[in-house]
């Protein structure tokens, strides 16, 4: 792990939200103010937190990543550009025919460790990854973002006993808490609550931090290692469409796409030059 600085890695979260939401408008896609409110998260784990090397996408002892809910793939693709896993030139060929950078993401793409996008499988991935690991002896970690909303799969809780049962401290999940579902509230559409409660009962080492906050985020996950014995999961307070007003919280940007002048707004909103 690098040690953080946030005010280097803000200014970068801010490039890849402008970068986002361009390519939202280019490529008439969807689910811009999920994939906004998990970047400052995207942002700390690539530069700070895992051990990766792009020039080796495959390399057996490399951390693993995955994405689980992969309609935020936008982001994801903004972050792996920029760390060099292909050139930064695809990301303008995101969502159209032909692209390998699809709306939810596939293993084709150098850096994406699994197909995500029907929620609920990353976290049982990323529980069979850990435990690979474990068996045949190698020190790499595992991380999983889920958000809110697919903490309504059972999938999820299933692999939260496994995980715990099998002490598997070399594994590390997110939870991107925008509190927002595609319909609506997501404490309104299932009760979540006491999220953090809950997780902390399945045997799980909980964190709850400002998902926003640089800082916290590196900290949550600075002990994460083989040799721990329990699992960590971060529970992130996020805001959907994070960082630019017109945006945040508005659940109609699940779908909505923006418009060329929206594009330039949230640009200048973000500080980034054009």
Known sequence: MNDIRPSDSIRLAAQFRARVVAMSHAA?????????????????????????????????????????????????????????????????????????????????????????????????????????????QRDYRTFVLMSDGECNEGSVWEACMFAAANKLGNLCAFVDFNKWQATGRSREVLALDPLVDKFRSFGWNVHEIDGHDHAQIFDA??????????????????????????????????????????????????????
């Open 28 to 136: 008439k896609a969807a689910h811009l103010a999920s994939a906004l409110s998990c970047l400052d998260i995207l942002t700390v784990l690539y530069e700070s937190v895992l051990n990766i090397d792009p020039a080796r996408p495959r390399w057996e002892d490399r951390d693993r990543f995955i994405l689980s809910k992969g309609h935020a793939a936008a982001a994801l693709y903004a972050v792996l550009a920029y760390k060099g896993f292909f050139p930064a030139g695809d990301l303008d060929r995101y969502g159209k025919a032909g692209s390998m950078l699809e709306e939810h993401p596939s293993p084709k793409v150098p850096g994406v460790e699994a197909a995500t996008g029907s929620l609920g499988h990353g976290l049982p991935v990323g529980s069979g990854m850990a435990l690979a690991a474990r068996i045949q």
């Open 221 to 274: 996950v600075a002990h994460v290692s083989p040799a721990q014995q329990q699992p960590t999961m971060v529970v992130a307070h996020t805001v959907k469409g994070r960082g630019i007003s017109f945006m945040e919280d508005d659940n109609n940007w699940h779908y909505r796409i923006p418009t060329e002048e929206e594009v330039e707004r949230a640009r200048i909103e973000l500080g980034v030059q054009a």
